[in-house]
């Protein structure tokens, strides 16, 4: 096991055993008092808590590094001081306690290893070395300067501070080394101060030496939690301004005891967990709304309680109303400004969709430029903008496109080009507008998640309007290849009736008209058999009208005469399999129905010959203008709208009509074909 995760474990321990002392000295208190002194030990074990859970989290998950040992030390000095207090409110009440000698020596300069932790933490973070060899120095004063000087404060002569103002000193050297010893210790003082900054100034150090954004990240993060002190001085002086106490310093104490190692914990664990140029240009931002807001209350609170007397309400009304005023077009500035020098990222997304925006306004751009501004300004050159066009849901139902051509990728997305677009592993962020997906910006080398939420938010019109115009561009070519694929079909129809009009109807009367020609020019001598010669004639001109009406029923089912329900119940009935009908909508126009008509006899058709159903089902439904035409079956599935095919030429009889056409056949679960038409009330 790797040393600085077996020392870790040991000072879990050592927290557990003061944590326990802690607890006896409660009991002992007696008279009362171990409801007063329970609420001090369980405030200082929360205190530490936090500190000691997550450095053995991160010393189980990185053993090799020191920061999750100091993180467990931070969390014990913690729990040391509240085991002071209550040791010394029990020496209070029973003088004569055993270790008050030691205790009263020792505890005079102690305060010191308070920021001892801290300040190795700092100088070691995050990845637990030092920034060079020439840092030992500064360990070694950490580590010997709180030790010699807490030595020389038990040498002070005089009476302890009480409650061990009785208690003989433990250590008491010659009188004559007294004021050597004195100006020492004040010696100390400085130097303490210099290597609390020394420390500070190695993370300085360390973040420009920094060649990556992960040791960037990490260092953001572990400041950002150290950015909770400032707070503390921010609620002492709320809490004067509005207390007339500092009781709310406790308040950011607890926040900065926790902050630390939660922010410590994040940046050695999952620096990506959030982006933390945000979160800091948020605290900077807010930190200086809060001081200049305190600072306005003071200032407005001073000068209107001259004139209507201090404490007034009117004075905290007007004074009040002041900040606010003052405040409300301050934010966004501040802001602004906070971003520029925090959070450039942002700011220059958020430049560049507005200049963009601009630009296209005056006529001077595009909006199918929002891929490159946003990859100039995260610097992504690997960045892609997709669109979702109006229709398209994604991988789930990509065979649903109502034409017989799926422009769009596996995902539903194309770029601004109308390409498919496929982001591969890349993560992708949605954008959406009114609740609904309009696309998505595929992240490729930069930028983390919560800016390209905010890039997404910003650019939502820019986005709606680029895929409108693919889908309008869309909708123009499609128009374009329906109208020129509707004419071959017209110009193929027409040949097919003019071949079965040739050779079956034609023909036969042209045969009857020879053949009444023949009887008549044998009338005269009696040779025709009149009789039978009509018979003929009737008999061919029953097959003419047999054929012609066969051709019409092409052109339109006579069946749909007695509505469309009856004309799909005849249909059903020459397919060979069972087929289930529900038709609630039949009285309908006549295109209307004949084009239902077709949807289902090719569905069906199609179905018999390619997909071996055991059963079909046929609904026909109407919803104020629309009627629904679904047609579904529990075949093989693996349909696909080919060029040229029948359910392509189907898509072109809706669209002809107004409808659109949709397709869904996974491979082994069935197909279904849906259409709907428009039908004027």
Known sequence: MALPRLLAYAAVLVVCALTGVGVTLTVLAGDGAPLQDGLTLAIGTALALPSVVLGVLVATRRPRSVVGLLLVLAGATSVRLTVGELYESLAARRPGLPFSEVYAALSQGDWMFLYVPAALLTLVFPDGRLPGRRWRWAVAGLLVVPALFMLLAACVPGAYPPPFGSTPHLLRPPEAYLPVLGIVGVALLPVFLGLLVASAAAMV??????????????????????????????????????????????????????????????????????????????????????????????????????????????AAAAATAVCAAALSPLRVRLQRRVDRRFYPARQAVLTAVRRLRDRMHAGLARPEELEAALREALRDPELRVGYRLPGATGPVDATDAPGPVDATGPTGLVDAAGAPLDPGDSPVTPVRLGGHEIGAIVRGRAGSRELLREAADASALLIEVVRLRIEVSRALEEAEASRTRLLHAGYEERRRLERDLHDGAQQRLVSLGMAIRLAQRHLGDGTADLGTVLDGWVTELAVAVTELRQIAHGLRPSSLDDGLGNALVMLAGKVPVPVALDVSADDLPDDVATTAYYVASEAMTNAVKHAAPAAIGVRVSRTGDRVTVRISDDGRGGAEMRPGAGLAGLADRVRAAGGALRLSSPEGGGTTVEAVLPCAS
Do not use: N
């Not at 979160?279 to 001073?302: D, K």
């Open 205 to 314: 150090i360390r973040y420009r030496r920094a060649a990556d954004e992960i040791s960037r990240a990490r260092l953001k993060w572990f400041a950002l939690g150290g950015g909770f002190l400032p707070l503390t001085l921010l609620l002492c002086w709320a809490s004067y301004l509005f207390l007339g106490s500092s009781d709310l310093v406790v308040i950011g104490l607890a926040a900065t005891a926790v902050s630390i190692p939660v922010a410590t914990a994040i940046a050695v664990l999952r620096h990506d967990l959030y982006d933390v140029d945000r979160a800091i240009s948020a605290a900077v931002t807010y930190g200086m709304v809060t001081a200049v807001l305190l600072g306005f209350y003071t200032a407005a609170s001073f000068l209107v309680g001259l004139g209507a007397g201090r404490g007034s309400p009117v």
